[in-house]
């Protein structure tokens, strides 16, 4: 290929020759980029902290996060069974919770009218400062630390799907109506595939709700758990223990993003095919 | 007012030119009486429709005619019991008007597919509503797609479908499950002219196999007189019918009558009415009755 002497010759040889790795580069630049922003961030910490020998307790390096999360991997994973579980059955009953009162609240105006300004009032607490009150309501042990994650994952998914199920097109709403259909017909046939992506929109907010109240339950009252084993590491000031758990539950969210992700994909060919 | 239907519902082409038009012993499908529409909003009281009557005969294809927010989808609605009557009486069929029924058909400004549905479940989307058997009907479903052109997209997804094709599979909807009458509300006004007059054409075809009673509301005057074999005319508010006038076109309809010199002279007179009835409206009190009385036959 030869490039012709021309004032713009680059950009003629970026036209006519679009070598495979440059295209392979160009259909996977929504991966690359962010995966590159993020390890530029860890080479430029890496540096930082040998660079300006900044202490261990301060902020550990990057390959010194890795190594302890790898030596400590069993006890992690231990810790993350507990962390997990609790927030994987806080958000089943959330996810549960809220799409059943939402639906009633579609089918009955009334339960609307009365539930839905106190939910938007009462979704503007700030949820985390009850976190004490569920000790001295439900103990110290799992249905106190279950409770409150429920609670902190319940709303996003009450709301959103109320929203979906107010947002029905309204012509849509209008066939059924001129072909005498029933309203429970037009509930499941209608009004929930359109609710649909709303519901999933809330459980995957609410997945990291989930993760985020079970965590701040450990930190009040536990014994295991990543939230216990960043507050133990914290006691003993080994931030690097901090930062590995830290690592873990971003792992675990992950897990639980994800399968919210797939759950919503199943559901898209089986219910709305 | 029992007397024998024009033509079993059975749906069979009659190439039967005008038997729409001239038959006066054909049944009457659609009778409104006298029918107003007032929105009460406790604040204020707006006449939508005042006082409008006329009757459809049984496989006479009807356009209400008129300006925009003149009242007369409300109007169509009402005849589809999906808008409450103030006053007044609609009856269809003989029976009065207050709830759906399945036995007409509507078919609305906007296509509204269900985005996830493919265009043949689409289409049967009623025949479920309506706990009909499926397999009987979805080889009805398939004529119907073939004859407005869509043979091959059954499997597509609305979104992978012009507007004009949507609002194909609409028609094909409406008629999947055999309703006796169709209501259409300016079913294509969403669309762009060019695919509008192919809409025109796809639903004379269709029409004119299945004639059903149709009632059709549009503000395109050249649509309702390439469509209807009588138009009326509404004027805006308060909503009145001031003109009914017959089509003196037959059917099949020849696909060319919109450039004869017959064409355009109704049409003329058509906008020469609404002009009129604009500032007749705003000149009259209201109440006052139609400006021009009806009955002006065979134009």
């Known amino acids: 290929m030869s490039i012709t002497a021309n004032s713009s010759g680059a950009a003629i ?76 059955g806080a958000f089943v009953l959330a996810t549960a919770a809220g799409a059943t009162l939402a639906g009633l609240m579609a089918a009955f105006p009334l339960a609307r009218e009365i539930l839905q300004p106190n939910l938007v009032a009462f979704q503007l607490i700030p949820k985390i400062a009850l976190a004490p009150m569920f000790i001295i309501w439900l103990g110290i042990d799992t249905p106190s630390r279950l409770a409150f994650a429920v609670f902190m994952s319940f709303f996003p998914v009450v709301i959103s ?16 109506r001129s072909l005498a259909a029933s309203g429970v017909q037009t509930f499941f046939q209608v009004r929930v595939p359109f609710a649909l992506p709303y519901l999933f929109n809330g459980m995957r907010i609410a997945s990291t709700m989930a993760i985020i109240g079970v965590v701040v339950a450990e930190f009040i009252s536990s014994r295991a758990g990543l939230g216990f084993y960043i507050l133990y590491s914290s006691s003993r000031m080994e931030t690097v223990g901090i930062f590995s758990a830290l690592l873990m539950l971003c792992i675990v969210g992950l897990v639980l993003f994800g399968a919210v992700v797939l759950a919503e994909r199943i559901v898209r060919r089986t219910y709305l095919a | 007012m029992s007397v024998a239907p024009l033509r079993t519902v059975d749906t069979q082409i009659v190439p039967d030119a005008g038997a729409g038009t001239e038959s006066g012993t054909a049944g009457t499908a659609i009778s409104v009486d006298g029918v107003r529409k007032i929105y009460d909003t406790g604040r204020e009281r707006t006449e939508a429709v005042s006082g409008v009557s006329f009757d459809v ?11 925009s927010g003149c009242g007369k989808s409300t109007l169509l609605m009402m005849c589809g019991g999906l808008e409450s009557i ?23 400004q906007d296509a509204s597919l269900l985005p996830w549905k493919t265009v043949l479940e689409n289409i049967l989307f009623p025949i479920k509503i309506l706990k009909r058997p499926m397999a009987e009907y979805t080889e009805r479903a398939r004529s119907l797609i073939d004859m407005v052109g869509l043979h091959g997209f059954e499997d597509k997804k609305p979104h992978q479908l012009s507007g004009g094709m949507r609002q194909r599979v609409a028609i094909c909807r409406a008629l999947v499950y055999d309703p006796d009458i169709l209501l259409m509300d300016e079913p294509f006004s969403a669309l762009d002219a060019i695919t509008r007059d192919e809409m025109g054409e796809a639903l004379l075809d269709i029409w004119e196999q299945y004639t059903k009673t149709a009632l059709f509301v549009t503000h395109s005057i050249r649509e309702a007189v390439l469509l209807a074999d009588r138009v009326l005319v509404m004027t805006r508010r308060p909503a009145t019918i001031v003109e009914d006038i017959r089509i003196p076109f037959g059917r099949p309809r020849p696909r060319d009558v919109s450039g004869s010199p017959e064409f355009n002279e109704i049409c003329v007179y ?17 109440g006052d009755g139609p400006v021009l009385q009806p009955g002006r036959r065979g134009a």
């Not at chain 1, 107010?166 to 066939?175: A, E, F, G, I, K």
């Open chain 2, 57 to 67: 005969k049984r496989g006479e294809f009807v356009a209400i005619l008129g300006p």
């Open chain 2, 86 to 108: 103030t006053s007044g009486r609609i009856d269809i069929e003989g029976v009065a008007m207050t709830q759906p029924r399945p036995s007409i058909g509507v078919m609305f």
């Open chain 2, 270 to 286: 058509l906008r020469s009415l609404i002009e009129s009835g604009h500032g007749a409206a705003q000149g009259r009190r209201s």
């Open chain 1, 161 to 176: 799907t109320t929203v979906g199920l107010s947002n029905t097109d309204p012509v849509s709403l209008r066939l059924c």
């Open chain 1, 13 to 88: 040889l970026d036209i006519a020759a679009p070598s495979r790795v440059r295209r392979l580069i160009r259909a996977n630049m929504a991966v690359i980029l962010p995966v590159a922003t993020a390890l530029s961030v860890l080479i430029v910490w890496q540096i930082v902290t040998v660079a300006f020998q900044i202490p261990r307790v301060i902020l550990p390096a990057p390959s010194e996060i890795g190594a302890h999360f790898l030596t400590n991997l069993p006890a992690l994973l231990n810790h993350a069974r507990h962390t997990g579980l609790e927030a994987l």
